[in-house]
Nanobody
Framework: QAQLVESGGGSVQPGGSLTLSCRASGSIFSESAMAWYRQVPGKQREWVAIITDITTHYADFVRGRFIGSRDDAKNTVYLQMSSLESEDTGVYYC????????WGRGTQVTVSS
């Protein structure tokens, strides 16, 4: 069964850091592209980062604060987030280029003082 499981979210103060993980079932872990998305309150789901086997691209709002990486041996992608802001509060999801219609439950990130 195709599955994505995100973890690592939590509550932090502004300026804090979190590292998110997303493990994909082997059938949908894309060796070409995995991506992170987020849904912040009041907005539609938006793209955060796309991680390929060659490079990683980020949305403009990341501004150098996040680092995406992947461990193909573990079918896992990561998102290291630092200098978090209240505007980063939301539910973070990963997605596979091999199965773009499959979504996990996401992991909640709350940035608040």
């Amino acid at each position: 069964q195709a599955q994505l499981v995100e973890s690592g979210g939590g509550s932090v103060q502004p300026g804090g850091s979190l590292t998110l993980s997303c493990r994909a079932s082997g059938s949908i872990f894309s060796e070409s592209a995995m991506a992170w998305y987020r849904q912040v309150p009041g907005k539609q789901r938006e793209w955060v980062a796309i991680i390929t086997d060659i490079t990683t691209h980020y949305a403009d709002f990341v501004r150098g604060r996040f680092i995406g990486s992947r461990d193909d041996a573990k079918n896992t992608v990561y998102l290291q987030m630092s200098s978090l802001e209240s505007e980063d509060t939301g539910v973070y999801y990963c997605n596979s280029g091999a199965a773009p219609n499959v979504w996990g439950r996401g992991t909640q990130v709350t940035v608040s003082s």
